[in-house]
């Protein structure tokens, strides 16, 4: 298979982002193919319209697929293959939509007058096996080549080996290539300042709108710090993404209409995308700082490796928020831990009083607030259990393990027990039968930490 992407920014009154895939594949079955499925990025999600295809260079009407596929795969189309598709020979398929601003802008899409961002994840198309079940997924080719086309006044970071840029009238091509051990590629750019004025390529960069009002300089070791402690003790990112980029759009909106336009910060592999009103709290602010920190543990526990649907909450929040934990008693020792601790307790005590608690195994992101308040709280605290019974060398050991060996994949609550137990050589069955299938918090962590 050969394979090739393109994104392109066109400005306007209502900005798009054209996206656009093409593939070159060869049948290497034993039997003619009459169909090729393909999954699009949510319609909602990232505001897809406009649909086109091209098979062997001719436009192709795009297909419903059979009834029984729709509601498990609700975002696929079918290519129709006529005449068939026969063994050893190859075909040509282009898909291309555009993206518009959707209702929702959070970690996978935001696209404003002057900025944008994809996510790692979900807004390309991705080819499905011709039979579903039995036929594997098309091997993703060695290298695939990508651009990136936008104004150029415009800065980019984006994943895979820079390949050169090129102009073209007002617009600058970006060309990238990804090997088929790369994550799939992320997309940032925007019109840009960059800031601190001075700073090492391995430090934190902040890309604003507008310059902030102040140099951020101590902000920017703190979030470098933050990024070097993940790094050694839950492993590398990207060995090509010096640094964390902390980059403004205003399209990010907080989970819940209460907060909606309140500040609001998302992960994606190079580091944090911010609101305008997270900004205002000052870079230097221990609520900016807090909330900067959390979404860059997401990028290890959310990107680098994804929670599974069941696992979202519990596994999604939990490990950020224990990762932060981790980071608070290298920068200020054991006392910095413990009080950590005590506050998710009173947190957890706090929300428990609504008597809404669920176990936190079985805790959906879906849930009522309530019950996902006491979750919230609850979930890092399984995490120092988890810690305190396998020791911090072992814990730390375990999950360098599963996020180098789920890179790019769904872990499950078994995986992360698996991994744990292998790296610290304990039973850890009690743990986990306890905090998840169990409400309420263990006396004996109690008595530890109270």
Same mark, same amino acid.
């Given at each position: 298979?050969?394979? @090739?992407?393109?994104?392109?920014?066109?400005?306007?009154?209502?900005?798009?982002?054209?996206?656009? +895939?093409?593939?070159?594949?060869? #049948?290497?079955?034993?039997?003619?193919?009459?169909?090729?499925?393909?999954?699009?990025?949510?319609?909602?999600?990232?505001?897809?319209?406009?649909?086109?295809?091209?098979? #062997?260079?001719?436009?192709?009407?795009?297909?419903?697929?059979?009834? *029984?596929?729709?509601?498990?795969?609700?975002? &696929?189309?079918?290519?129709?293959? @006529?005449?068939?598709?026969?063994?050893?020979?190859?075909?040509?398929?282009?898909?291309?939509?555009?993206?518009?601003?959707?209702? &929702?802008?959070?970690?996978?899409?935001?696209?404003?007058?002057?900025?944008?961002?994809?996510?790692?994840?979900?807004?390309?198309?991705?080819?499905?096996?011709?039979?579903?079940?039995?036929?594997?997924?098309?091997?993703?080719?060695?290298?695939?080549?990508?651009? =990136?086309? =936008?104004?150029?006044?415009?800065?980019?970071?984006?994943?895979?080996?820079?390949?050169?840029?090129?102009?073209? $009238?007002?617009?600058?091509?970006?060309?990238?290539?990804?090997?088929?051990?790369?994550?799939?590629?992320?997309?940032?750019?925007?019109?840009?300042?960059?800031?601190? %004025?001075?700073?090492?390529?391995?430090?934190?960069?902040?890309?604003?709108?507008?310059?902030?009002?102040?140099?951020?300089?101590?902000?920017?070791?703190?979030?470098?710090?933050?990024?070097?402690?993940?790094?050694?003790?839950?492993?590398?990112?990207?060995?090509?993404?010096?640094?964390?980029?902390?980059?403004?759009?205003?399209?990010?909106?907080?989970?819940?209409?209460?907060?909606?336009?309140?500040?609001?910060?998302?992960?994606?592999?190079? +580091?944090?995308?911010? #609101?305008?009103?997270?900004?205002?709290?000052?870079? $230097?602010?221990?609520?900016?700082?807090?909330?900067?920190?959390? @979404?860059?543990?997401?990028?290890?526990?959310?990107?680098?490796?994804?929670?599974?649907?069941?696992?979202?909450? $519990?596994?999604?929040?939990?490990?950020?928020?224990?990762?932060?934990?981790?980071?608070? *008693?290298?920068? #200020?020792?054991?006392?910095?831990?413990?009080?950590?601790?005590?506050?998710?307790?009173?947190?957890?005590?706090?929300?428990?009083?609504? +008597?809404?608690?669920?176990?936190?195994?079985?805790?959906?992101?879906?849930?009522?607030?309530?019950?996902?308040?006491? %979750?919230? %709280?609850?979930?890092?605290?399984?995490? =120092?259990?988890?810690?305190?019974?396998?020791?911090?060398?072992?814990?730390?050991?375990?999950?360098?393990?599963?996020?180098?060996?789920?890179?790019?994949?769904?872990?499950?609550?078994?995986?992360?027990?698996?991994?744990?137990?292998?790296?610290?050589?304990?039973?850890?069955?009690?743990?986990?039968? =306890?905090?998840?299938?169990?409400?309420?918090?263990?006396?004996?962590?109690?008595?530890?930490?109270?």
């Amino acid at each position: 298979m050969q394979e @090739s992407r393109e994104v392109r920014f066109v400005a306007g009154a209502s900005p798009t982002l054209h996206i656009r +895939g093409s593939f070159k594949l060869q #049948n290497s079955g034993k039997g003619d193919l009459s169909f090729v499925d393909v999954t699009l990025p949510e319609e909602k999600a990232f505001g897809r319209q406009n649909v086109r295809l091209e098979l #062997n260079g001719r436009e192709v009407a795009p297909a419903d697929v059979p009834a *029984e596929y729709q509601q498990d795969e609700p975002n &696929d189309v079918r290519v129709t293959l @006529s005449p068939p598709w026969q063994p050893k020979r190859s075909v040509q398929l282009a898909i291309e939509y555009d993206l518009v601003s959707p209702q &929702d802008s959070g970690s996978r899409i935001t696209l404003g007058a002057d900025e944008f961002h994809l996510g790692s994840r979900g807004w390309f198309p991705v080819l499905r096996p011709p039979k579903h079940v039995f036929s594997p997924f098309p091997r993703r080719p060695k290298l695939t080549p990508y651009t =990136v086309r =936008v104004p150029s006044d415009f800065l980019v970071l984006a994943r895979g080996k820079p390949k050169g840029r090129k102009k073209v $009238g007002s617009e600058t091509e970006y060309r990238f290539e990804l090997s088929a051990d790369d994550l799939p590629p992320f997309v940032v750019a925007g019109n840009y300042v960059e800031s601190p %004025a001075q700073r090492a390529p391995d430090s934190a960069a902040f890309w604003t709108l507008k310059p902030l009002p102040s140099d951020p300089e101590q902000a920017a070791a703190q979030i470098t710090q933050a990024w070097n402690i993940l790094e050694k003790d839950f492993g590398p990112l990207d060995p090509r993404i010096a640094g964390p980029h902390i980059v403004e759009s205003p399209e990010l909106r907080g989970h819940t209409p209460a907060d909606e336009a309140g500040p609001a910060a998302a992960s994606f592999s190079g +580091g944090v995308i911010v #609101n305008p009103a997270a900004l205002a709290l000052g870079t $230097g602010s221990d609520e900016f700082l807090s909330m900067v920190t959390h @979404s860059l543990a997401h990028d290890w526990f959310g990107d680098e490796m994804y929670p599974a649907p069941d696992a979202a909450l $519990g596994l999604g929040e939990g490990l950020p928020e224990y990762a932060t934990i981790v980071i608070d *008693e290298t920068r #200020n020792g054991a006392s910095a831990r413990r009080d950590r601790i005590r506050r998710y307790l009173m947190e957890y005590d706090e929300a428990e009083k609504s +008597g809404k608690e669920k176990e936190l195994g079985i805790t959906m992101m879906n849930d009522p607030p309530e019950a996902r308040r006491v %979750a919230l %709280a609850k979930a890092p605290l399984f995490f =120092v259990a988890l810690e305190d019974t396998c020791g911090a060398q072992a814990m730390q050991d375990g999950l360098k393990h599963l996020v180098r060996a789920l890179r790019g994949q769904e872990v499950s609550y078994d995986g992360l027990r698996s991994a744990l137990e292998q790296a610290s050589g304990k039973d850890l069955g009690a743990v986990f039968r =306890v905090w998840l299938n169990q409400k309420g918090i263990p006396q004996d962590f109690r008595d530890r930490y109270q």
